[in-house]
Structures are given as C-alpha cells and as structure tokens.
C-alpha cells in the first residue's frame, strides 16, 4: 500500500492561515479514518485532529479546536487540515496516517504514515 503524502506546509506569520493535503489514494485509506498528528522539534508526535472514512465526524485536540478544520474528499483520496489564526505554538512537522485500530488520539493505532510537511509559524 502507498504512504500518504502530505503538502501544503510553510512559513506562515502568526495569525494566518495553511491549508495542508495528505493525498492517499487506495481502498485502504478511502475505507480509513484519518488523522493528523504533529511533531514539534524536542516534543513527541501529538494528536491534532481525525476523521472518520465516511466524513461523518471529526475529532480535534483541545489546543486547536475552533482554529483548525479536518475534512476529507474521498472521491478524490484527500485528507484536508485547514489551519487558520496559527500560532507560534503551532510549529512542527504535520503527518497524516490511516488508523487502523483503537483510538484515535494515540498515534500507535496508525499505520501507513507520511513523510510530513514543515509548518513554521513567525512573529
């Protein structure tokens, strides 16, 4: 099975807005939930956001509810993460990668994980 394949990061200044891509095409993902984790320099990967395969729900960490919106475009074999009024806080690597059992926040329950896109927001 191909890994997802993230994009869509940047330098961004705090206060604005990213759009990242996690394309993963495949009977795996499209039948998957997904989820974005991410990885700032010094600090383990965290759970930031998932969405079940059919789209009907989502689920955020509480250091980015209400700023970030994950959606999916099955027909298409995309995972979106819109990211808006980022902050500094915000800075790390973004991964994508389909879960394939347990819960969703814990990253060992995923497979299939992306190389990852750098976010880096300014002051």
């Known amino acids: 099975q191909a890994q997802p394949v993230e994009s869509g990061g940047g330098l961004v200044q705090a206060g604005g807005s990213l759009k990242l891509s996690c394309a993963a095409s495949?009977?795996?993902?499209?039948?998957?939930?997904m989820g974005w984790f991410r990885q700032a320099p010094g600090k383990e990967r965290e759970f930031v956001a998932a969405?079940?395969?059919?789209?009907?729900?989502?689920y955020y960490a509480d250091s980015v509810k209400g700023r970030f919106m994950i959606s999916r475009d099955n027909a298409k074999d995309i995972v979106y993460l819109q990211m808006n009024n980022l902050k500094l806080e915000d800075t790390a690597v973004y991964s994508c990668?389909?879960?394939?059992?347990?819960?969703?926040?814990?990253?060992?329950?995923?497979?299939?994980w992306g190389q990852g896109t750098q976010v880096t927001v300014s002051s």
């Open positions: 969405i079940l395969w059919n789209a009907g729900y989502t």
């Open positions: 990668a389909a879960r394939n059992r347990g819960s969703l926040y814990y990253d060992y329950n995923y497979d299939y």
């Open positions: 495949g009977r795996t993902f499209r039948r998957s939930d």
